[in-house]
Every structure is written in structure tokens, then in C-alpha cells.
């Protein structure tokens, strides 16, 4: 790839920061090897959205295309819940198996598991498959404290999660969001007050939210759900190749006569 001076200086698979997650919401073969050849070496973790992989046709040949490209697999949230809320936990891992899964998500947006129930599961669980748990609440209207989601976000870290997932839904306006889709700043300021940056991953659908956090804390934060047509454009966003960031990485005297030209042209 060509190289020109003040990109950021971007982790390399296997990363533990600058992860990005996308998400699958039903895509054709076609449309895994499309997303495969185009951003493969940018895609960290891939989700099979919600309870998609239960009813996509051919998933298991896509899931082998997805692990061939270095990918960690794995499905929604949404559909280890309603295995277990049919207390069917053991029939989810006998699925997950089949298709040669070793990723798995411990949720409980949809319904309520007690923390201590679900800090045992992720327990239980981490020993033999990397562990993601999502943190906050699909439903709109409901408040989780600043320091109930400290508290819940750092026992599931300490029980073997790899990282903890930031709820937002793929519609970007619950959880760390507010319902018009702008961050919730105190929340996640409290948060990163006793929660490892590197240790989270935030759910950023939309491209403001996207813009939000590469601007707060650098190119190398996680970011989830990103949608595949976005993650070449993420990826221009995370280096300064967008105008939304175009200055984020430049030194300060040349981003400062850049901004000075624009204005005197804007001022004509």
C-alpha cells in the first residue's frame, strides 16, 4: 500500500486495541468473499447479527470462509439468549460447535440474568471459548448507573471475558447513547475512569458515533456492528483520510495553516 507522512500508526492482527467488529445481518457467499477481498485484513471479529445464523442458508460455508480469513467468529447475543431462556444452553454450544465456532457472546439485553449467574457462566465458559460479554439494555427508556455498569463491565473482565461490549444496538440509540444517537459523555467518561479503554468495545453503528470516539481516544479504539459497505470507510476514519478526521493526525502547524487557508477561502 503507498504511504504518505502523519497516518496514525495502526495495530496489526492479532490486535488486542483498535479492533473493529462487523456485523453480518444475513450475507450471501457472495457477499462474505466480496467483504473478505476488499477489508479482510481490517475485520477483527465478525458477528452473525442477532439470530441470523439460525436461518441463513449456508452459513456453515461461510463461517469456514470467515475463520479461513483470521476472523473470530461469532453469533449475536440475541440468539445465546434464546437458547438460554429455554434453558437450552447446552444445545447453543452444540450448534456454535457444529459450525466450528470458538467465539461466543454471554448477553442479557433481551432479558435479565443475574450478574452473579452470568459472571459464572462467563466463567465457565471462557475455558474453552473466547468470551465476549455485552454490557446495557436493548430497550429504550431503561438507565443503568455509571457505577452499575463499572461494577458489571469489570466483574465479567475478571470472570474471563476478553472484552466487554458496549450496547448500542445496530440502531445506535440505547445504551452508551442517547435516543438521538449522541453519546451519553459522562456515562462513558465515568466508565474509562475505572475501565481500560483497550478492554472495551463500543457498539458504533452510525458514522457520527464512529467519528465521536476516533476523535476522543485515537485511531486504535474498538469499535462494533460496523455495518461491511462501512468498513473501508471506517478505516479512512480511523487514519485522517476523511474530512471528519482529516486533522485528527496532522502536526499541529500544519493543521493549523490548513485551517487558516480554509478560512480565508470560506471568508471570499
Same mark, same amino acid.
Given at each position: ?13 492479532? @490486535? ?11 450475507? %450471501?457467499? @457472495? ?21 441470523? *445464523? ?52 454471554? %448477553? ?5 440474568? =443475574? ?8 466463567? #465457565?465458559? *471462557? ?23 463499572? @461494577?458489571?463491565? *469489570? ?5 474471563? %471475558? ?16 442517547? =435516543?438521538?444517537? *449522541? ?12 475501565? %481500560? ?9 452510525? #458514522? =457520527? ?18 455495518? =461491511? ?12 483520510? @476523511? ?14 495553516? #490548513? ?10
Amino acid at each position: 500500500m503507498f504511504k504518505i507522512s502523519h497516518l496514525p500508526e495502526r495495530t496489526v492482527r492479532p @490486535r488486542n486495541n483498535g479492533l473493529t467488529m462487523v456485523m453480518d445481518k444475513g450475507l %450471501s457467499l @457472495r457477499g462474505a468473499e466480496d467483504l473478505i477481498e476488499t477489508g479482510g485484513e481490517l475485520v477483527d471479529l465478525l458477528k452473525l447479527g442477532f439470530g441470523t *445464523s439460525l436461518v441463513t442458508p449456508g452459513v456453515e460455508k461461510k463461517v469456514k470462509l470467515y475463520r479461513e480469513a483470521g476472523f473470530d467468529v461469532y453469533c449475536g447475543g440475541t440468539l445465546f439468549e434464546a437458547f438460554f431462556i429455554r434453558n437450552e444452553l447446552d444445545r447453543y454450544l452444540k450448534f456454535i460447535d457444529g459450525l466450528g465456532i470458538e467465539c461466543l457472546e454471554v %448477553s442479557d439485553g433481551s432479558m435479565i440474568i =443475574p450478574h452473579d449467574e452470568k459472571c459464572e457462566l462467563i466463567q #465457565k465458559l *471462557s475455558k474453552n471459548y473466547k468470551v465476549l460479554s455485552e454490557v446495557g439494555s436493548k430497550e429504550e427508556g431503561i438507565l443503568i448507573s455509571p457505577a452499575k455498569w463499572i @461494577r458489571m463491565m *469489570s466483574n465479567e473482565l475478571q470472570a474471563g %471475558s476478553f472484552k466487554v461490549i458496549a450496547e448500542a444496538r445496530e440502531s445506535g440509540n440505547v445504551g452508551i447513547y442517547r =435516543p438521538n444517537g *449522541s453519546a451519553h459523555v459522562q456515562l462513558i467518561r465515568r466508565i474509562l475512569a475505572n475501565v %481500560s479503554l483497550e478492554n472495551i468495545l463500543w457498539e458504533a453503528p452510525k #458514522k =457520527p458515533q464512529q467519528v465521536w470516539f476516533l476523535r476522543q481516544f485515537g485511531a486504535n479504539v474498538n469499535l462494533g456492528n460496523i455495518a =461491511p459497505d462501512d468498513l473501508i470507510p471506517l478505516e479512512c476514519l480511523r487514519q485522517g483520510l @476523511r474530512g471528519d478526521t482529516f486533522f485528527e493526525h496532522l502536526p499541529e502547524g500544519l493543521a493549523e495553516g #490548513k485551517r487558516l487557508v480554509n478560512e480565508e477561502i470560506e471568508e471570499d
